[in-house]
C-alpha cells in the first residue's frame, strides 16, 4: 500500500504541488510556502513539493526500520513530515517469545 500512495502523491504533485503538499503536509507553514512558490513559478513549486515529499517518505521507512532521525529536516516545518506520519517516542509493542 505505501508504494502505490506514493505513486499517486507523485502524480498529483505533478499536475498540482500544492495539493501533494497538502496530502502529506496537511494545512500549515509547508503548504502555504508551496503555494507562494508555485505562484512564483511553477517549477520551484514541483521542487519543494518533491523536497518535502521525499523528506516524508524516507522519515516514514526509517520509523519502520525503528529508527529516528536525530535532526529536523531544514526547510520542512511540519511535525508530520519530520516524523513520517508518526510521533516521537511512539514504538510499536514487543511482543513475547515464548
Do not use: K
Not at 66 to 82: C, I
Not at 87 to 95: E, K, L, S
Amino acid at each position: 500500500m505505501g508504494t502505490v500512495s506514493a505513486v499517486l502523491i507523485i502524480l498529483i504533485t505533478i499536475l498540482l504541488p500544492p495539493i501533494g503538499v497538502w496530502a502529506v503536509a496537511g494545512c500549515g507553514a509547508d503548504l502555504f510556502i508551496n503555494i507562494c512558490l508555485t505562484i512564483l513559478g511553477y517549477f520551484p513549486g514541483h521542487i519543494h513539493a518533491f523536497y518535502i515529499e521525499y523528506i516524508y517518505y524516507d522519515r516514514r521507512e526509517q520509523a519502520r526500520d525503528g529508527r529516528f532521525a536525530a535532526r529536523r529536516a531544514p526547510g520542512v516545518y511540519s511535525d508530520r513530515v519530520q516524523t513520517g506520519g508518526h510521533g516521537y517516542g511512539t514504538m510499536q509493542p514487543v511482543q513475547p517469545t515464548h
